[in-house]
């Protein structure tokens, strides 16, 4: 997007023949995609990738662990594990 | 020898099968020689939504539901370490403490509630710990640490004469009347702790109190030193820490009457006759 934005273009996956959407990408849009794409790789250069899509694996793990602690809370008879011997 | 148990009552095992095959599809009825086990996948799971799943082997036993199920997570996913539960020379899951079993899975209970009971707590404890959390409800120490923080959390004492006496009492054929009480006030059974004493040995069977106290005797009392006890493992407020110490120290002494344990019943009024 950055180098190439003279090049981008735009099609409708549903009907890619019949449905001309390059009135879409006027080259105002082509500009400013290039201009957001030239600050976004920036950022990621200066601050890694997190700083632009979040910790995306975090969080699933969160959301994991409020589900598990939903479910510990809500366990009638809960049991602590033991070990007969150490 | 007692017979096998899917042999002497195969309506119980069509029903075990049945019960936990329409719950856990996943878990499947294997009979390997003579034995029965559960062999699949095991999902942890809340709302109906499955939160982790894990490969496990259920090894039921010979007499069946009367001993524990032995538990084995066979997929490789949690490590063979005793921090983790998992005794490393066998692979086994220690899901629960014997004698805490009429609390979690009473005698009588299906399979089914077995694997909905402790064996879900276990597997979802285990998929927090992994998440870098802790246990959500706490874990026994090890060995006979462990047996001393449950009963001293049972009884209330974290004096382990009192609960060796107290186990040597569970662990009896029979107890008399007699004797004198486990709590070491001095008194008569009969004129103290009978009442706990009968309610306890419908609870907890005498094969698992004579193991436990084997343990203890095994471990002697300086080992069990550093155990959190009841009174450090318990969150209360302050006066009902006041309370409990008071109830406690009278306790043991027996100054006053001996205090309610809590979960069991009181113990007899003065002028009642007790029936040992």
Redesign the interface.
Known sequence: MRDNSANLCVEDPANPYGNDLSGLLSADVKAQLASAATRTLAQIEASGWEAVFGEAENKEKAEKVQLLRKAASVTVAPTRAWLPTK | MTGLWHRVNPTLYQKEKSEVETHYPDLHFVRVGDSVRLCGTFA???EG?V??RYSVELQLARDHPKSLPLVREVGGRIPQH?HR?I?PRDGM?????PD?RW??WPPGSSLLSFLT??V???F??Q??VD?G?P??????E??A??IFQYYSELLKTSDVRVICNFLECLAAKKVKGHWRCPCRNGRLLRHCHSNVITDLKEKICRRDATKSLE?LRAAGPLSLDKVPTADSVISISASELQRHTSAERSYLTCQEEPPTIQGLVSPPQSDQKSQL
């Open positions: 942890v799971t809340y939504r939160l982790d005793e539960h005794n899951a220690c899901v629960l403490l805490e609390r979690v009971g402790p879900h707590s276990f979802l404890a998929s927090l998440l959390h246990c959500p409800f706490g874990q026994w090890h060995g640490k462990g343990m």
